[in-house]
């Protein structure tokens, strides 16, 4: 018999994004190769601050999220919905497409549409 | 001489599962002892955050991590998943949140066996790291699990990614 853990569905939506937006904050930052103090300075803030910031021990803001990714220099990529709904999206985008299929996927990026990749997942092994 | 297996027969180890969104597929299997699930059914559902302007409880904290450890996401090595450090080296780890430790070991690639979890507050205030992993290294000992755990501290020997 297994477990699964009593969570509503919107403390389960709530926690998991906050936890992924703090991931991909400190993934940018460690990419840039940037310390905290360099980026306290660009962003005219206190380094305890930044720290807190990377660290998931305070309220981001869309706007301080902006400001992060702005100092990092890493682009901000962002969507909501099913992936089915960017499946549609694309398909019905490249129906209308019909002779300009191979260039669909800068099309597409430029209309914001995410693309989606195969689902390569395993089933997990047991013993 | 025990197996993954025979333990969940027994109710030694109970299988957690994660509730997985559209389009994602277990990767990574998280495994519980009673004691743990207990601690997860009803100790952590009433923590609350200690953190000022965290905006995640500890119980959305958890279920974030092994999301992110069942989906087979990334898991940044000192932010979300540690080896503690131990002479000798028991290869007890954790998984990290702002408020919360989960501590247990790795008897395969991929795999995880829960066994104890607390705030992080009260962990560093008590000083338990060390009960904690002796507590257990005591029942991974007990459980006489073959095999009994990884003896690695290198990511790729005891997580893979799906992406």
């Not at chain 2, 001489?1 to 333990?7: F, H």
Request: one cysteine or more; aromatic letters at 8%; a neutral charge.
């Amino acid at each position: 018999m297994s477990y699964q853990m009593r969570i509503s569905p919107r403390s389960r939506t709530a926690g998991r994004f906050i936890a992924r937006v703090h991931a991909e904050i400190q993934k940018a930052f460690v990419a840039s190769g940037l310390k905290q103090n360099d980026l306290a300075k660009k962003l005219g803030v206190d380094r305890s601050a930044v720290n807190k910031q990377l660290l998931g021990q305070s309220n981001l803001t869309l706007r301080s999220i902006a400001d992060l990714a702005w100092a990092l220099d890493a682009p901000i990529s962002f969507s909501i919905g099913h992936d089915e709904v960017a499946h549609d999206v694309k398909r019905n985008f490249c129906d209308g497409l019909s002779d300009t299929r191979t260039e669909d996927s800068g099309e597409l990026s430029r209309l914001g549409v995410k693309t989606i990749t195969p689902d390569t997942a395993r089933e997990p092994e047991y013993v | 001489m025990a197996t993954i297996a025979t333990l969940e027969r027994q109710r030694k180890l109970v299988p957690i599962e994660v509730h997985l969104d559209r389009g994602e597929k277990a990767w990574r299997v998280l495994y519980g002892t009673p004691d743990f699930i207990a601690w997860l059914d009803s100790d952590l559902v009433s923590l609350k955050t200690t953190i000022i302007g965290c905006e995640i409880e500890p119980i959305e904290q958890v279920d974030a991590v092994f999301h992110e450890y069942v989906s087979g996401l990334y898991m940044h090595p000192d932010d979300r998943f540690k080896k503690l450090s131990c002479r000798p080296d028991h290869f007890v780890w954790e998984f990290k949140t702002l408020d919360i430790r989960i501590f247990g070991w790795i008897p395969r690639k991929d795999h995880f066996i829960c066994t104890f979890g607390d705030m992080k507050d009260r962990i560093e205030l008590m000083r338990s790291y060390g009960t904690y992993i002796a507590k257990t290294v005591y029942i991974r000992t007990q459980m006489a699990l073959q095999p009994t755990h990884i003896a690695s501290a290198e990511y790729h020997n005891v997580l893979s990614n799906a992406h």
